[in-house]
């Protein structure tokens, strides 16, 4: 049985930064593809950022050069280190893991999905 358990997140001000992390059991970090996503009120799921099996990254334009996403394969354990936070990084983050190896995941694929978390910027 794949689990995905977050941590981190919660609330700070505007150009701060938070780390959320995503231990995983049941499944391997280091051969598939994971991702990030978040949802604010009245909008859709977007990923954030990905990362696969040979760690290359990916990034939605809004969040380059302020969020990294990295993996701790012998932890297991997926992170995402937000810098420079914004009022409008406020959302449900989500990490997500891919079931197919040959993919990585998409809001509105049939993904392994950890809890969530609400993170909140205040200006």
């Known amino acids: 049985q794949v689990q995905l358990v977050e941590s981190g997140g919660g609330s700070v001000q505007a150009g701060g930064s938070l780390r959320r992390s995503c231990a995983a059991s049941g499944y391997t970090v280091s051969t598939y593809c994971m991702g990030w996503f978040r949802q604010a009120p009245g909008k859709e799921r977007e990923r954030v950022a990905s990362i696969n099996s040979i760690d290359t990254t990916t990034y939605t334009d809004s969040v380059k050069g302020r969020f990294t996403i990295s993996k701790d394969n012998a932890k297991n354990t997926l992170y995402l280190q937000m810098n420079s936070l914004k009022p409008e990084d406020t959302a449900m983050y989500y990490c997500?893991?891919?079931?197919?190896?040959?993919?990585?995941?998409?809001?509105?694929?049939?993904?392994?999905w950890g809890q969530g978390t609400q993170v909140t910027v205040s200006s």
């Open positions: 997500a893991a891919a079931r197919d190896r040959r993919f990585c995941p998409s809001s509105v694929g049939n993904n392994y």
